[in-house]
């Protein structure tokens, strides 16, 4: 993926306030908060969204999920909500999601048109031999909604996977965040194979799980679906946000180490213009590269089986006693401590 292709950022409007943000409102409405107090501070107002024209922006809908987390002060609104994800109300994008032949397909049209149906989290499907990893990155700089995020959609991708093959799938979950107070609503929406502490926030599936053909897979209607929904897409605008295109680059370049400059660059920005616009991400470049070359370093380590020299070496780190002091920072905890975290 080329960095000149565009991208969208966390002050672009092009989120239907009527589809995703409106459940949200709906869950709050619900539970008898004033819409006024729910969407306070995010420029909308309900007449807006009844209106069905109306598109906002990440920080906007940012906006509604902090208002929703403190004015609600319920463990279970991320996952409510995140049951109202997928395959959602996004048009001709959730109809090929429920029309997908297997689970694997449907994973894979949820990375492509992650902008309609997931904007915020950006779904990264990478499968080996044996298990299939969907990672959630944040594209937009969630900030304090990232936790709130990551339960919604990961109850999201599970609901799907059980409404798409009609059985509950043994998912195992990784999160960063340590276990919270409320693990019980982990358990009931998720399921117990849970993992916090983990160097990544991603869902384990086995491979076999997602080739299964599904009861309800629509191969015509599907196809149709798929075009209308790509069509729809090129509508709509960028098909990935800024951080998702760095992200792109960076695991592109992963082996040269780029810096700043040759980043900014390739973005056709000055290295102070792209400071600035990740700072509006609330991220940083090093932390951006940070995250590419751990997950680099997690897929040797877990999937290929290298010992440290040889993903020191694959880094182009000066030698594995760096490697494990970059990792420590990573992470918190040596390579030796993660060898089967996640494939353990």
Known sequence: MSAREPWYERDSRFIAAHQQPAGLLDLGLGRGIDSHRLLRGSGLFHEDILRGATLISPEQYLRLIDNAQRLLAADDTSFLFGQRLLPGHQGAASQALAQAGNLLEALRL????RALLCPLLSPRLVCDERYAYLYWLDSCGAGPSLRF???????????????????????RFHFRHAEPRCVEQYWVHLGEDLHFGSPCDLMRL?????NRPL???APTAGAV???????????????????????????????????????AEAFAMSPTTFKRKLRKHATSYQEQHDRARLH???????????????IASYLHFHD?????????????????????????
């Not at 760096?322 to 975290?341: A, C, D, I, V």
């Open 149 to 171: 995020l990551l339960e919604a959609h990961m109850a999201a991708a599970t609901a799907l996977g059980r409404r798409l093959s009609g059985e509950r799938l043994p998912w």
């Open 225 to 263: 679906s798929r075009r209308q929904a790509r069509a729809q897409l090129e509508s709509a605008g960028p098909a990935a946000s800024l951080l998702d295109r760095l992200y792109d680059w960076l695991l592109a370049h992963v082996r040269e180490a780029p810096g700043l400059e040759r980043a």
């Open 320 to 344: 594995a006693n760096n490697f494990r002091r970059s990792f420590k920072r990573w992470t918190g905890m040596p390579p030796s401590s993660l060898r089967q975290s996640l494939c353990g």
């Open 110 to 113: 949820l990375g492509e048109l």
């Open 206 to 210: 086995p491979l076999d799980c997602l």
């Open 215 to 217: 009861p309800q897979a």
């Open 296 to 310: 680099v370093a997690l897929w040797l380590q877990q999937v290929k089986g290298y010992g440290n020299e040889a």
